[in-house]
Every structure is written in C-alpha cells, then in structure tokens.
C-alpha cells in the first residue's frame, strides 16, 4: 500500500498502511458498522451534505451515537488531500466500537470507532458487461452497512464469468446493481426501481434524478420487472465513484445496448451539466 493514501483513525492521521485497528472491531468481527463514500471533482465533494445526512441515519438504524460534526471535518480533511486529482473519494466508516471479548449483546459502553482514507478514481463511461443474479442479500439494504457479503458473492460470480457488475432481481423484479443503482429507457422513458423496492437511496441516484428533472425529462420510479429487459433501449448504473456508466451487453440475457438511444445521451449530458451547475453554485 503506497504511503502517499491518507488515513484517519480515531482523529489521528496518518498513511493508510500505517492504521493498526483491533481484531476486537465489531466491524471486524459482526459487520456491525456503516460507512460511505463521497466522490470529489477537482478537491470539491459532491453532495457531501447529503451524505452526511445518509450517514446519520443508518447510524440511528443501527443506534450509534457520535458527534457527526467531528466526523465532516475529518472527511473534509481527508478530501483535502486530493485536491490535486480530477477524480477523487473519501472512504469513511464508523463502527458501534471494539469489544474487550466479542459479544453479540452489547453490555458494555463502547466509544465509536472512526476510520477512512481518500483516494483517487478513474471514472470511465466505457459500457460494461453485466449478468443477471437473484437478490440474496439481508432485508435493510437502504441501511449503508459494510455487511456486504451477498453483494460481494453476486459480484465476484458476474465477474468469474467475465463481467464487470451484476444486476440483481428479486421476486421477479430488478433491484440494483451490486454497488451501484441501475436506470433504463423504456418505452422512451426512464426509469429506476423505486425505493419501495428496499434499494439504498442512493445520494447520486437522487442528484441524477433532480438533475432530468430540471430539464424536464421526467423518471418513473416505480417497480421494474425482469420483463422490461426485453424492450430496453440503455440500461446504465450510477453511483458516487462511477457516474453514469451504460451496460453494453448482459450476459445471461438477449440485452443489447442501443448506440443511438437519444434519450440517454441527454441523461447523460444533463448529468454532467449539473455538476458543473453545483460547483457554480457551491
């Protein structure tokens, strides 16, 4: 790990590669712990208000309690470390604590554990490989916890057989991709599962979504079954380190992209034409 990544653990910075964390973590050992990521275009973070106020619910889900005021200035110190890189994010996780012996029941007071890192990221609009995968993940994805593991198992199967994401469906339905949200053009028109659908509300699902809509392109969030793939025109993922990304081809169905779907080239560019407007504007 290069030295040149910078970490923060408990209010102390330092190189990532130089943070020492207990093996007595409940991140470690229960996944008991929340975190999020917050893209940064030339040293300036994207909705880092909005992430915040994410952060700070999954945190009352999980009933951990911490001054979240220390937790920005550290984030905003991590971001300043990347001022320099067009395309940057700052990792940043906090755990209910380290036990002294693990324990499911927490009896003890614990003080929350605070870790993160800044890094550089190279966003590509390249269209991308997916295969389909049924949902097994737990029933609070809208929680932003690091307990990841169905997501990992659905990714690292789509990536065994050559793809880049998954697409994942439950009960006839499509959900999101495995770390991002996914939207179409169906029938000329957008749309994305709602968030009924127990997805992560995603903080740049909802900039991109005010984003069309400031230009009067309307989106339906609304169920989305497996069926809609079958007259898809562009199928994309967004999310805080890739943008809006297309799906050129899914492996594990007929889906081919439409290279002259109109439509989501103006998504896109409305994409793009609304982070220039908020640095304007921030």
């Known amino acids: 790990m290069s030295n040149s990544i910078q970490g923060v653990y408990q209010g102390s ?22 975190y ?15 992430h915040i106020d994410r952060f700070k619910v999954s945190a009352d889900f999980l009933k951990i309690k911490l001054d ?17 890189y067009t395309n940057a994010y700052v990792y940043y996780q906090i755990s209910r604590g380290v036990d002294s012996v693990r324990s499911h029941i927490v009896k003890e007071k614990l003080i929350p554990e605070r ?10 609009t390249d269209p991308i490989i997916a295969k389909l995968n ?6 609070h994805c809208n929680i932003k916890t690091t307990s990841l593991l169905g997501n990992v198992l659905n990714m690292n199967d789509a990536y065994d057989d050559g793809c880049n ?49 400031k230009r009067n392109i309307n989106v339906k969030q609304v169920d989305c079954p497996v069926s809609f793939l079958d007259s898809v025109s562009t199928i994309w ?8 990304q297309p799906i050129k081809s899914i492996l594990n169905h007929g889906y081919e992209m439409d290279p002259d779907d109109a439509l989501f080239r103006n998504a896109k560019e409305a994409f793009t034409n609304s982070i220039k407007d908020y640095f304007q504007d921030h």
């Open 68 to 84: 979240f005021s220390v937790v920005r200035k550290e984030i905003e110190q991590l971001g300043s470390s990347v001022e320099n």
């Open 134 to 139: 049924q949902d097994n993940r737990w029933a």
């Open 237 to 244: 993922f967004t999310s805080s380190t890739r943008g809006v």
């Open 165 to 213: 994401e998954t697409i994942l469906i439950r009960d006839n339905k499509i959900v999101e991709g495995g770390a991002c949200n996914i939207f179409m053009t169906y029938e000329n028109e957008i749309y994305t599962p709602s968030l009924e659908e127990n997805i992560l509300p995603g903080v740049t699902r909802e900039f991109f979504i005010s984003s069309l809509q």
């Open 115 to 124: 870790f993160g890192y800044a890094g550089e990221v190279t966003l590509s």
């Open 13 to 34: 910075f330092m190189p990532l590669d130089e943070i020492r964390v207990s093996p007595l973590s409940r991140a470690y050992t229960f996944s008991d712990s929340i």
């Open 36 to 50: 999020e990521v917050i893209p940064y275009y030339s040293g300036k973070p994207l909705c880092l208000d909005e």
